[in-house]
């Protein structure tokens, strides 16, 4: 069910979910979440388009066919566009630890920057300063754990690459906003090569899988293991990217998985 030019008239103006927006800018693109269900994650995008502007403007275009519910300029602004109850169209297809409708499941914040096809220029530190504060504050009044605040490519590995490499995650997780282990140093050892197999690469399989990305357990470094595989190097160890499980790899994720999976994690997950 797709929002009515009604419903954008009545929500441009009205307060926003949030204490930490500065405006709400209603987009015409959003339904009902499956089964009237509460969110519990919330992913993180980068807006991959040359403006900031731009980019809020295809965000409200009902030709686009996609939104999101919070914006987050360069300068630390943040506007919603859809409100947390409905279901904005921001993460498209994919699945993390087992759900398929992410959409119904989670709130969607798009963060201006150009992405990888604009060079990946840094986030500047009121952006990243803007999207803490607004993660605390739905974090708190709706009580999602920090390890449920993932990345776009960790959804759909296949797909995407954002907010990408570049993303500090680290300082997010030091706020009490994500998940997040010190990555083992890079080392010039022999990574595992594709259609590598055995059971060594079944349990690295069972581990990604465990933490939440969507892998089959073939026990074969397939395409679809390689392409968590930099998910997962692009979120947890951005040092080097290139989907090949290295002992850096391997070590990050068995700790990563140990601090917290499927709901229960250590006090510091």
């Known amino acids: 069910m797709i929002g009515t030019d009604r419903d954008r008239t009545e929500s ?35 807006t991959g388009m040359p ?21 987050v300029f360069e300068d630390g602004r943040t506007v919603q566009l859809v409100r947390e109850a409905d279901r904005a169209w921001h ?14 499941a989670s709130i969607g914040v798009e963060i201006a920057n150009p992405g990888h096809d ?31 605040v993932i990345a776009h490519s960790d959804m759909a ?12 995650w680290r300082r997010l997780h030091e706020a009490g906003v994500a998940h997040w282990v010190e990555p083992a140093p890079v080392e010039d050892d022999a990574p595992w090569r594709p259609a590598s197999e055995g059971a060594a690469v079944r349990g690295l399989q069972a581990q990604l899988a465990l933490y939440g990305y969507t892998v089959a357990q ?6 679809q293991t390689t392409l968590c595989v930099a998910a997962f190097q692009r979120r947890f160890r951005p040092a080097r990217v290139d989907g090949l499980p290295d002992a ?15 709901g229960k994690a250590t006090p510091d997950a």
């Open 12 to 46: 441009d103006g009205a307060p926003p979910d949030s204490v930490r927006v500065d405006a709400f800018l209603a987009s015409p693109n959003f339904g009902a979440r499956a089964n009237g269900r509460r969110p519990d994650s919330v992913v993180l995008h980068y």
């Open 118 to 148: 604009g060079g990946c220029p840094p986030f500047p530190e009121a952006q990243v300063d803007g999207v803490i504060a607004l993660l605390r504050d739905i974090l708190d009044r709706r009580a999602i754990p920090a390890r449920r």
């Open 218 to 223: 073939s026990g074969i470094l397939d395409r």
């Open 248 to 262: 850096s790899t391997r070590d990050t994720l068995a700790r990563l998985v140990a601090t917290g999976v499927r």
């Open 157 to 168: 590995p296949e797909r995407k690459r954002d907010p990408g490499e570049g993303f500090p």
């Open 51 to 71: 403006t900031a502007d731009g980019a809020l403007a295809w965000l409200c275009n009902p030709t686009s066919e996609v939104s999101c519910h919070y914006f």
């Open 91 to 104: 993460a498209g297809r994919g699945a993390w630890q087992g759900e398929t409708d992410m959409n119904s």
